[in-house]
């Protein structure tokens, strides 16, 4: 499979523990992207890299996310101290540097905090 | 955050019907693309436009970028089963996609 990975599928935690999300995007796409995604609304923009470093951050990530993509490959990101309104879809999307907009989506990892 | 805004909100509609659903914004985009989402999946791309005015087509989908370049258009034909999902529309800013509040297809047969 060549697509977007995303891992876990399903995270259940109890508030106020971390935990974190990790992507591997499509082979030599060089833009990976994080958006959350809520019940009945659209994906929302969190975060970016260009390789590995992260071009700009929502105002939506928090002090308590964080994201890395440390050698320009994979992704993670880290929620800490989870509250129940983190509850969501976390979707990872990625791109070719020449293929403006065209964004590629993993299933995503959904989050449940209790 | 920002969203755009897709109407209708819900189509309920009979296999073989064609399905026309549009999205709007206040801000002038470069870029539009609709995505087709099914449960418990990501999101995926079924068409990308960039030129005003531009008409792109995919198998029976069709799809329209607004002379404005504040709207969109996306119409299905003959509408079948596997049509069912969340459709949403997204616009390029900067980036990164903005992306619509969605249209939910529902196909009886």
């Known amino acids: 499979d060549t697509g977007v990975s995303q891992d876990p599928r399903h995270k259940i935690t109890k508030r106020g523990q971390n935990v974190t999300f990790r992507c591997d995007p499509i082979?030599?796409?060089?833009?990976l992207y994080w958006y959350r995604q809520t019940l009945g609304q659209g994906p929302e923009f969190l975060t970016y890299f260009q390789n590995e470093a992260q071009l700009e951050k929502s105002r939506l990530l928090s002090d308590r996310f964080s994201a890395e993509r440390p050698k320009g490959s994979f992704s993670t990101l880290e929620i800490q101290r989870t509250e129940q309104g983190d509850s969501a879809m976390y979707l990872c999307a990625s791109r070719h540097r020449g293929h403006t907009g065209e964004l590629f989506f993993g299933e995503g990892s959904r989050l449940t905090v209790l | 955050g920002q969203q755009l805004n897709q109407s209708p909100q819900s189509m309920f509609i009979q296999e073989g019907e064609d399905v026309s659903m549009n999205c709007t914004s206040s801000?002038?985009?470069?870029?539009w693309l609709w995505y087709k989402q099914d449960p418990g999946e990501g999101p995926v791309l079924l068409i990308a436009?960039?030129?005003?005015?531009e008409l792109t087509s995919n198998g029976r989908l069709t799809a329209q970028f607004g002379i404005t370049r504040k709207d969109s258009f996306l119409n299905i034909s003959a509408s079948i089963p596997s049509d069912v999902g969340i459709y949403f529309c997204?616009?390029?800013?900067?980036?990164?996609?903005?992306f619509g509040t969605g249209t939910r297809l529902q196909v009886f047969p």
């Open positions: 997204a616009g390029l800013d900067t980036d990164k996609l903005i």
């Open positions: 082979s030599e796409h060089n833009r």
């Open positions: 436009l960039y030129k005003a005015g």
């Open positions: 801000s002038i985009f470069n870029t």
